[in-house]
């Protein structure tokens, strides 16, 4: 009777996931997306329940804009880990997506292949309002894939505004992709992607692109080679690869490795996920407050009202905050 | 008897701040910058009060590593401005800096024409703690400069860590100072400062050093052709200039005015401005939450060890901040 009422079986849904069931870690990510207040109680325990099986994977964000084949290697990437005896994970930061409007993941004939593998887990962008929301229910989903015994896990991003920031800050190497350009037509990197950057890879080095390719990467090199590397352990790398043929992808995935190995001979490995996990503990709690003020929809019309003064300059930013402190009260 | 009692006469002094008195200036920002509660509430009156008045000036941020030449190139420009007719205030963001080991701007002699001017004040970074207290007293000197009738505000930061980042949140165009490289040896960009810079001028460009600099120029001028610009209607020029014999001093002024047509002709000036005011008012709040755990000593230490059970991967993030939440009521 008791265990009929509670809403999940936390438990038994634990261990059916660290056996790496699929059904029971797609139930479990469904519980961690919900809104209903006794799931997100019943998720948070999940995970903490869990967390002694996390963090053994790779963690791989993957960035670029649209048309640069992200779904193409993600799928060739997936497939050669996959065929080298990973399993694979591939999860999405989407903010823009909707359940309904079809998530950037939510077709899985983008990714054929890998869709078909059973080594590898394909789950779509979990559909919510902001990002923060977004970010925090992949990064759990990340924790139940690794406790379900995946080893790799690729986050991809549209890369529209903060979303690379939150995948980088979720992941152990930031990939950005990138097409060759046309003559003078080079593409432009974003600028907030450098800072970001492990590695950039250029694709659609096959046929008559390869020379284009190789400008594109001697251009892209001379860029990077001016700015001064995060890590004086590891300056980003540019290379080139095609998704479509195959060549390369084997050595994006040394890099990643290479890193990793660099990574943690500098101790700066273990440091940048125990930083990763503070910053994400704060980020949880601001959502909590943030949420606290939309909840109510008197207090969400007082706070924009005080937003639109202080934006104004009718009110210093200061008496706002000071006045939306006394509704958090 | 009533106006004795009271901490300060706020009409007085806002009168005597809009009348331009520098002692009355000088008076309210170490208002500003007092940790005392009445202190505080003042001067959240103050610059209530002296809101209506605030908001003309040019503000330039002013980066570049030690060593580069900023107090030399802040004198030259101030000095520029003045004998044109301008009211310059130099504040800055230094959050390293101590009242007692000296700030960054504590010897005026760095600034010795600019300091002896009666159309300039020169104040020192507010000594604190947090990155997030030296920005908003800094903020709110601004402003008051601003009400006094300053019309050009520089402030300039160490470019430690995020302090760029607050400064470029604070000011409408910013410059990094760069120094031309010997040979091989040419100085990195900062990735970060890519992100924020509106400009980037290399410094020094005089006698022997004028081909190394325009040298340097174009190099950094190549990567940043590479990088998409946050604004379409502004390409950050690279300009060399020399502050030892004021060359090119002219030009960096030249294109903080051409940046603000641009700006205000694309309406990007308004939004960026109304931007500020509002992330402003939200990190004032998160300064008022972060301060509520700091200010009892048996609460920091619970928020210490639940950031290093988050940290260790003992607790998730999700059930520390709902921890720390619980605190918060």
Known sequence: MMTSNKVVDIKALAQDLRAGHRAALARAITLIESRRGDHQAAARDLVQ???PDTGKAVRVGITGSPGV????TIDGLGMFLVERGHKVAVLAVDPSSARTGGSILGDKTRMARLAASERAYIRPSPASGTLGGVAAKTREAMLLCEAAGFDVVLVETVGIGQSETAVCDMTDFFLALMLPGAGDELQGIKKGLVELAD????????GDNIKRANIAAAEYRGALHILTPRSEHWHPPVVTYSALTGTG???????ILDHRTAMNASGEFASRRRQQQIKWMWSMLEQ???ARLRADASVRAKVKKIEAEV???RVTPSLGAEQIA???R
Chains 1, 2 share one sequence.
């Open 49 to 51: 329940a869990l967390l």
């Open 69 to 72: 084949g992200k779904s193409t």
């Open 199 to 206: 590695m950039i890879a250029v694709n659609k080095a096959d």
């Open 249 to 255: 992808i084997d050595v994006l995935w040394r890099k």
């Open 288 to 290: 909590r407050m943030m």
């Open 311 to 313: 934006a104004d300059g």
């Open 326 to 328: 006394e509704m958090l």
